[in-house]
């Protein structure tokens, strides 16, 4: 398969790496993405040294203007989730661009598993609710929810794609769910590697000069995009549903697949940045644990909850 022309990439995959001084995400042709998925906790985990989204609003907070990308599974099945039905996760994601009820044109969240837990057709309500109290973007590129799902509050918040010029750069979004769970108020999951072909075509020919899928499949289902694609798919895919860090890189296209560990323990740090070759990406692993202090905002709220 022909490689993308004027597209490459320099991994930069480490652990174990401490918070920098605040790095200005301002700069013309340079762009920030945060990266979290499976985050079932908004505490965090291990007695609260690790994790938890307090330390993912400090991560943040370096890098001003960063986008921020939850790859799925976040409103269930925590302690917290059963009393609340994920009230307290809205709440506090609602937090992690630091502004209290002003709605966050840089964060992307796509649709886990999990977020079907309560999945009988009475349970639709509470979705509903819940997308609508998010202060942030939801991608359902391959769901087809039945048509009553699609309130005027959905609608402002649930989108197919989103073409972002942030920066100097246009950036291209779009989410796919895999078909783990059938919920009553769902008709269906189209094919992954379909949407995923057509999402691309959209946003490349609406101007996109990068691509991005953010997904909660399988890593199989995943590399099998990049596979069978090639040049017509996206140029990364940052995923979730699996609970550990990975990485693979595509030999054909050195398209990347990119995953964190669950429960913000890590958080995926990339810089997409315009070089005379194109434009380049760098990828390292941010790990948040104890030594990152504490959004002071977030805890306060994690501490309410």
């Given at each position: 398969?022909?490689?993308?022309?004027?597209?490459?990439?320099?991994?930069?995959?480490?652990?174990?790496?401490?918070?920098?001084?605040?790095?200005?995400?301002?700069?013309?042709?340079?762009?920030?993405?945060?990266?979290?998925?499976?985050?079932?906790?908004?505490?965090?985990?291990?007695?609260?040294?690790?994790?938890?989204?307090?330390?993912?609003?400090?991560?943040?907070?370096?890098?001003?203007?960063?986008?921020?990308?939850?790859?799925?599974?976040?409103?269930?099945?925590?302690?917290?989730?059963?009393?609340?039905?994920?009230?307290q996760m809205i709440g506090t994601m609602n937090l992690l661009d630091g502004l209290p009820g002003k709605f966050d044109p840089y964060m992307f969240v796509v649709?886990?598993?999990?977020?079907?837990?309560?999945?009988?057709?009475?349970?639709?309500?509470?979705?509903?609710?819940?997308?609508?109290?998010?202060?942030?973007?939801?991608?359902?590129?391959?769901?087809?929810?039945?048509?009553?799902?699609?309130?005027?509050?959905?609608?402002?918040?649930?989108?197919?794609?989103?073409?972002?010029?942030?920066?100097?750069?246009?950036?291209?979004?779009?989410?796919?769910?895999?078909?783990?769970?059938?919920?009553?108020?769902?008709?269906?999951?189209?094919?992954?590697?379909?949407?995923?072909?057509?999402?691309?075509?959209?946003?490349?020919?609406?101007?996109?000069?990068?691509?991005?899928?953010?997904?909660?499949?399988?890593?199989?289902?995943?590399?099998?995009?990049?596979?069978?694609?090639?040049?017509?798919?996206?140029?990364?895919?940052?995923?979730?549903?699996?609970?550990?860090?990975?990485?693979?890189?595509?030999?054909?296209?050195?398209?990347?697949?990119?995953?964190?560990?669950?429960?913000?323990?890590?958080?995926?740090?990339?810089?997409?940045?315009?070089?005379?070759?194109?434009?380049?990406?760098?990828?390292?692993?941010?790990?948040?644990?104890?030594?990152?202090?504490?959004?002071?905002?977030?805890?306060?709220?994690?501490?309410?909850?």
């Open positions: 398969m022909q490689r993308l022309t004027h597209i490459w990439l320099l991994l930069l995959f480490t652990s174990g790496c401490a918070l920098q001084s605040q790095i200005s995400n301002d700069a013309t042709d340079v762009v920030t993405l945060i990266a979290i998925n499976d985050v079932y906790r908004i505490e965090g985990v291990d007695a609260r040294r690790a994790g938890g989204l307090s330390r993912v609003r400090s991560l943040r907070a370096k890098t001003p203007n960063s986008l921020l990308l939850h790859a799925g599974d976040f409103l269930a099945p925590s302690l917290l989730s059963r009393s609340y039905q994920g009230e649709f886990g598993n999990h977020e079907f837990d309560l999945s009988r057709h009475k349970d639709m309500a509470t979705l509903q609710t819940r997308i609508s109290e998010s202060e942030f973007t939801w991608l359902g590129s391959n769901i087809d929810f039945e048509p009553t799902f699609y309130s005027s509050e959905v609608l402002m918040r649930l989108k197919k794609s989103k073409l972002l010029h942030h920066n100097g750069i246009n950036i291209g979004i779009f989410g796919l769910t895999g078909n783990y769970k059938q919920p009553d108020y769902i008709e269906g999951f189209a094919d992954p590697i379909r949407v995923a072909a057509e999402m691309t075509l959209h946003l490349r020919d609406a101007g996109a000069e990068y691509v991005i899928a953010l997904t909660h499949l399988t890593a199989r289902e995943d590399a099998e995009i990049l596979e069978r694609l090639g040049a017509d798919g996206p140029d990364l895919i940052i995923g979730g549903h699996e609970h550990e860090r990975l990485q693979h890189l595509d030999p054909e296209t050195e398209k990347l697949v990119i995953k964190a560990d669950a429960e913000a323990r890590s958080a995926s740090r990339f810089t997409l940045k315009r070089a005379d070759s194109g434009l380049h990406l760098e990828h390292e692993y941010v790990d948040l644990d104890a030594s990152v202090i504490e959004d002071p905002l977030v805890k306060h709220t994690v501490d309410e909850w």
